[in-house]
């Protein structure tokens, strides 16, 4: 009878430890699918040495993605694809709705921006184009550090990291960045979300389809 009732005590927690077991693959699946990658801990700012290093070994790289726009009583979003070459930047932004769309290029020299809309414009900083361009406030200049994960050189920007040493919040007046989310890319973990904020305006950014290194089609639309 002992035996009996052993065996039927060890039935339901054997059971139970099954269940267990299948939690917790469970939850260290959801946590591969949502981009939560395990990172070493390290001292802060000890990520930015590598980050730096990666970006000075693939100085050409291109990134898509979507921002959503916000002033806290209207809103917009726009789709971009991002090319870098070096210093030099070329971006296509379009509308998500509208069939809207722009060539922004700019780099150490100045910027300059076409499209819908608007004729030819020249500045020495990308920011008001595209203001001009899309009627909202975007960081451009600065996004082109945030992007890959840096903070933005030269610049009086007050930084922050996370527990791991990595990047997580950069205070670069008037805006405010906080990273979100990093996805495990093919050469390192790469910003896959971020959020930056000035007053009322929010700009929200999701990343996908990183590339390191020359891109073999140009992003940019050729009908501009």
Request: include cysteine; glycine fraction near 10%; charged fraction near 20%.
């Amino acid at each position: 009878m002992n035996a009996r009732m052993n065996a039927h005590v060890s039935q339901p927690r054997r059971a139970g430890i099954v269940m267990l077991r299948g939690l917790m693959l469970a939850l260290m699946a959801l946590a591969l699918a949502s981009g939560c990658a395990v990172r070493e801990q390290r001292e802060a700012g000890a990520w930015l040495d590598e980050r730096e290093a990666l970006f000075a070994t693939y100085p050409d790289w291109s990134v898509s993605g979507r921002m959503a726009l916000s002033d806290g009583s209207r809103g917009g979003s726009l789709a971009f694809d991002w090319r870098a070459d070096g210093s030099e930047h070329d971006v296509h932004l379009r509308t998500v709705a509208g069939g809207r769309q722009w060539r922004l290029s700019f780099g150490p020299n100045g910027a300059m921006l076409e499209g819908s809309g608007i004729e030819r414009m020249w500045a020495l900083d990308p920011d008001p184009l595209v203001e001009a361009a899309v009627g909202w406030p975007v960081p451009v200049r600065e996004m082109a550090w945030w992007i890959r994960g840096l903070p933005p050189p030269g610049s009086q920007a007050v930084v922050s990291f996370a527990a791991d040493g990595a990047l997580s919040r950069v205070e670069s007046d008037p805006w405010v960045m906080v990273y979100q989310r990093f996805d495990q890319g093919r050469e390192a973990l790469m910003p896959s979300r971020f959020q930056a904020e000035s007053g009322d305006y929010r700009v929200r950014v999701v990343l996908r389809d990183w590339q390191l290194g020359p891109s073999r089609s140009h992003p940019v639309s050729k009908s501009l």
